[in-house]
């Protein structure tokens, strides 16, 4: 039974916000069926995806010069917004396809929905190495097809770890690049097929290192070695290579769907072939969380148009639509953020509520009386992009009894050095020159609000 429409049920709701997620969202947003998007907080990475991880992108065709992989999101983000697309900034906790329509709860709301793209995506799984942090993007990376290229790598030894088929693949791919690859595989065989075994085996200039685990990575500003140790013996061997390359499987993020939908033996949602149809009517799969093969930007936005084409068939074969009227056929142009100036002697306002660089931070920090956030940013970290729009709708909420700077740890090394910031973002709050809280990463909106509203009504003078 297909449930009809009601004012209260959405047309389409898209699970996710990586480039699958969006891209199912422009596509319905232009069809006025104004999507809601629940974009994912936590749970199965941040909102933007996995994109929102890595920097320059060099082949998602368009940016002829590459783009920074967070900059590429924000853009999606705003064409989707752009055309009517609603977004709940939060994760989906639970959904029940079993009744009609299906309910999702998110941000502590009920939702309904008639119609449903999962574009949920995956995580690339991790040896979590004491180092792994330091050196993530700095040598160690999950992906050889789209760090391949960059230029540290090139005419370097690099190695890969894994003995899949993937690890085989990328272990011959990178010799493009390479000077030499090493093959770290735990067990004493290759889980590759026959094939890709034999490509890897027949290469000169890829050495396989049987039966060898992990121990960690080396390195200072960009990775210089990794600590290898043969199994069953004790001696541990520096390798020298400049990329490390994680090819040790995905694990989609489908928990929420175990027991609704058919799911195949490796954790996929499965869909007709090619197609975005899952195992029930109505519910849509697409990106990463239905492709354990192609694994890119390009074809999960593909795939997130080809769901929301056939979400809105669907829609309109049983007669669920609600279409909603734009008021301008054309809407006004997309809202994309732009980087915040550095404020200067000339241009500082002591009652700015956003502020940029060193010398606003030293007027503020010494003449505020209001609470003040500083947030510790870098260009090219995805989490800062997610963080800055939601502090500053913080900040328009408290209607400028709270202000904010913000430094860019790469322009002021000093500032954040002497802050004992390592790692973006970093945020703290203070208050009369007193260091109040401070948090490292992405956290909700209300955490910042409540502690900011807190300092108001505690009299510290
Ligand atoms: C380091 C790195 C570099 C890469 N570089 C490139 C590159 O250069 N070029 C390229 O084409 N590809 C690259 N890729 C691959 C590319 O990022 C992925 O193929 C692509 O992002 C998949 O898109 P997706 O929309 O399917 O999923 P994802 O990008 O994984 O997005 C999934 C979304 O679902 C959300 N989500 C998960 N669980 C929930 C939940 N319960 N509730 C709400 N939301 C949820 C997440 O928050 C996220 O927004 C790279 C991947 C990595 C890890």
């Not at 955490?447 to 509203?453: M, Q, S």
Request: net charge neutral.
């Amino acid at each position: 039974m297909i449930a009809k429409h009601s004012a209260n049920v959405e047309n389409l709701v898209i699970i996710g916000s990586g480039p699958a997620g969006y891209t199912s969202a422009i596509y319905a947003a232009r069809a006025n069926l104004r999507p809601l998007v629940i974009t994912g907080f936590q749970i199965g990475g941040i909102a933007g995806g996995q994109l929102m991880t890595t920097t320059f992108v060099e082949n998602f065709p368009g940016f002829p010069d590459g783009v920074l992989g967070p900059d590429l999101m924000d853009l999606l983000k705003a064409q989707a917004v752009r055309w009517g697309t609603q977004l709940i900034e939060a994760d989906a906790e639970l959904v029940d396809l079993s009744q009609r329509p299906f309910l999702i709860k998110a941000d502590q709301r009920e939702i309904q929905t008639n119609s449903l793209v999962i574009a949920t995506g995956a995580k690339a799984n991790r040896l979590n190495l004491p180092k792994e942090k330091t050196f993530w993007s700095r040598g160690i990376s999950a992906c050889a097809i789209c760090d391949g290229a960059t230029p540290q790598f090139h005419k370097e030894e690099l190695a890969v770890v894994g003995g899949g088929d993937s690890a085989c693949e990328e272990a011959v791919y990178l010799t493009k690049y390479g000077s030499h690859v090493h093959l770290i595989v735990r067990s004493d065989q290759l889980k590759a097929s026959a094939s890709m075994a034999s490509r890897v085996l027949g290469n000169s200039l890829v050495t396989v290192h049987w039966g060898t685990e992990l121990l960690d990575v080396i390195g200072t500003d960009w990775l210089d070695a990794i600590l290898i140790k043969k199994k069953n013996t004790s001696e541990i061997k520096r390798l020298l290579v400049r990329g490390l390359f994680y090819a040790i499987g995905h694990t989609p993020n489908t928990e929420l769907f175990h027991g609704q939908l058919l799911i195949n033996k490796n954790g996929y949602i499965s869909t007709e072939p090619g197609r975005p149809e899952t195992s029930v009517e109505g519910v849509y799969a697409a990106g990463d969380v239905a492709d354990s093969e192609w694994r890119q930007g390009i074809t999960a936005a593909g795939s997130g148009c080809k769901a929301a084409l056939a979400a809105e068939r669907w829609l309109s074969k049983n007669n669920l639509v609600q279409l909603f009227e734009r008021e301008n056929l054309e809407p006004a142009q997309a809202l994309t953020p732009k980087p915040t100036e550095t404020t200067t002697e000339i241009d500082f306002q002591s009652n700015a509520i956003w502020q940029k660089g060193s010398y606003a931070l030293r007027k503020l920090y010494h003449e505020s009386k209001n609470p003040l956030i500083v947030i510790y940013s870098s260009p090219n970290c995805g989490p800062c992009h997610v963080l800055k729009p939601q502090l500053k709708r913080v900040l328009d909420e408290l209607k400028g009894k709270a202000q904010c700077v913000e430094i860019d740890i790469q322009a002021d090394q000093q500032i954040a050095k002497q802050a004992g910031v390592n790692g973006t973002p970093t945020v703290q709050l203070f208050k009369n020159k007193v260091l109040i809280n401070s948090w490292r990463g992405v956290k909700q909106r209300s955490i910042f609000k409540e502690a900011i509203i807190n300092l108001l009504e505690t009299n510290l003078d």
